[in-house]
């Protein structure tokens, strides 16, 4: 938001808890898995703004580490209805205000590492954001002939955010051995992953340094021996 916000856009956030407004910042609450909800927020947003020119779904949930053998269904739906299918809808809602974008609309998607690299114990979470990947290449497909580019990041190791507990980061760095500091940074060029820093690619994207990119996916992750 920070970022969007510094390039002078007006942002519209959406989340389960609603948040402080400004002139340039409406902050409404709604459960991104309920259509009747997005469809409300969405015309309060472009009653607000006049319209929408960038879309950066990120909303996701991590149920933590599930084998396979062990994974109930009210877990994969959650996963996915979150993950995928509210970005599904968002995308159908969206799409007559992205096409009216004086400067071409914009989307990037938050996905993940563990698209094109997957780990053991993360099978929905793994397979939700790889099923939002490929919603977002064939909107890339469909969209370019109304000027609409679509974008996907794929992070890794973002700590400062709602989906690493205190617990969970401690219970990851014992399993590989290491300090929490070092396990922050456990990629190739020893680098820190920040959503600040994931925010400021994401901006870029939207902008017209991108303008002539779409079905472009960019790895954050400092350097990932198996995605490279």
């Not at 991590?62 to 994974?71: C, D, H, R, S």
């Not at 919603?135 to 890794?156: F, K, M, Q, S, Y």
């Not at 300090?179 to 994401?202: C, F, H």
């Amino acid at each position: 938001m920070q970022a969007l916000k510094a390039k002078g856009a007006s942002v519209i956030g959406l989340d389960l808890t609603e948040t402080d407004s400004a002139a340039d910042y409406l902050g409404l609450r709604a459960d991104v898995t309920d259509p009747e909800a997005l469809k409300q927020v969405i015309a309060q947003g472009v009653e607000r703004f006049g319209g929408i020119d960038m879309v950066i779904p990120s909303a996701g949930v991590f149920t933590g580490n599930t084998p396979i053998a062990e994974l109930d269904q009210r877990t994969w739906r959650r996963t996915m209805a979150v993950n995928t299918d509210a970005i599904a809808e968002l995308f159908t809602q969206v799409h007559p205000f992205l096409k009216l974008a004086p400067n071409g609309g914009r989307v990037v998607v938050i996905a993940s590492k563990n698209v094109p690299a997957p780990g053991p114990g993360a099978a929905a979470y793994s397979a939700s954001k790889a099923a939002v990947t490929q919603l977002a290449r064939v909107a890339a497909l469909e969209w370019a002939a109304d000027g609409i580019r679509v974008n996907t990041v794929h992070p890794d190791a973002v700590f400062d955010t709602g989906l690493w507990t205190k617990d969970l980061l401690e219970q990851r760095a014992a399993h590989y051995g290491v300090p929490i500091d070092e396990y922050k940074r456990r990629n190739l060029l020893k680098a820190e992953v920040t959503s600040a820093g994931v925010g400021r690619l994401v901006a870029e994207m939207c902008s017209a340094t991108f303008g002539c990119t779409t079905g472009a996916q960019i790895p954050v992750d400092g350097g990932n021996e198996r995605v490279i």
